[in-house]
């Protein structure tokens, strides 16, 4: 009989300025996290909408971290507050429509806090882990091998010789 193992399956919208190196320099220094995680680069969160943080759990994310620049950090000066905004208002519409709103989680953090952003990633999935799955997509089968729809292997968490972990970065396109 096949048991059925839950592993969540995270998005991170990454700024390009700050997490997304982070995420580089946490791969350089090899500090391991989950490999649940898919990173796609941003230019800032300032860009994000919550279409996307939608659109990401609809497709079968079972979490979504927006990782942006220090308050005061932003490159296009108030991105990231826009986007604190956006996440704050679409962790209530989640909430209104019965989904779990630690579901969706911002973080601030700089290019050189790699050790942070692992942290904050082995806590999202610890905490999606207990939630459960995304009940947007519970009937669907979740294997240990099951793959978000229309995935993309270049920002999978996995390095080439096919060990989980560490930093996805570099394997992001541009
Ligand atoms: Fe990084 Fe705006 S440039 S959040």
Excluded: W
């Amino acid at each position: 009989m096949k048991t059925e193992v839950f592993e969540p399956r995270i998005v991170a919208f990454c700024c390009h300025y700050c997490a997304y190196s982070s995420a580089d320099l946490a791969g350089v220094m090899r500090i391991q996290y989950p490999p649940n995680v898919r990173i796609i680069r941003t230019p800032c969160t300032g860009r994000l909408e919550t279409e996307y943080f939608m659109k990401a759990l609809e497709n079968g994310a079972d979490g979504v971290l927006v990782a942006g620049c220090l308050e005061g950090g932003c490159h296009f000066v108030e991105g990231n507050l826009c986007a604190k905004r956006r996440v704050n208002y679409t962790r209530d519409l989640l909430e209104e429509i019965g989904i779990e709103k630690e579901r969706l989680r911002m973080v601030n953090i700089s290019a050189a806090m790699a050790r942070p952003l692992a942290d904050t990633i082995t806590d999202m999935v610890e905490t999606i882990r207990k939630l459960g799955p995304n009940p947007l997509r519970k009937s669907e089968l979740r294997t240990p091998n099951s793959e978000l729809r229309n995935p993309r292997p270049e920002t999978t968490a996995k390095s080439e010789n096919g060990k989980n972990l560490q930093a996805v970065g570099s394997h992001t396109a541009q």
